[in-house]
């Protein structure tokens, strides 16, 4: 069953958010958040379309037992947050399947 007709964009409502967005962008898919703004997006906009008012600061600290640089693990935290489910769009597809 249909509940509202399909619309490929929303005016003003930024598309998917990707996990590349911070480290790479793209100038030329019109399908990512990057191209809607025009630029990269920082870790905390990456965060705020998936449903957070902010990065929690413990994110961005490596933990103690990791091998790598301080930019890997923030890449790898923008990584997460870009193949993330948005807490809205969970909390729809939830509700759309409850009994």
């Known amino acids: 069953m249909l509940y509202r007709s399909h619309r490929k964009t929303y005016k ?3 598309p998917c958010v990707t996990a590349t967005e911070m480290l790479k962008g793209c100038a030329s898919d019109k399908r990512r958040a990057s191209r809607f703004y025009g630029r990269r997006l920082t870790i905390n906009e990456m965060a705020y ?3 957070l008012d902010e990065v ?3 994110w961005l600290e490596p933990p103690s037992e990791w091998i790598g640089t301080h930019k890997q693990w923030i890449n790898q935290v923008a990584e997460g947050l ?3 489910v948005p807490v809205w ?3 729809a597809f939830g509700e759309c399947y409850l009994p």
């Open 56 to 58: 929690p600061s413990k």
């Open 49 to 51: 379309h998936m449903g």
């Open 89 to 91: 769009a969970a909390k």
């Open 12 to 14: 003003g409502i930024c």
């Open 82 to 84: 870009g193949n993330g």
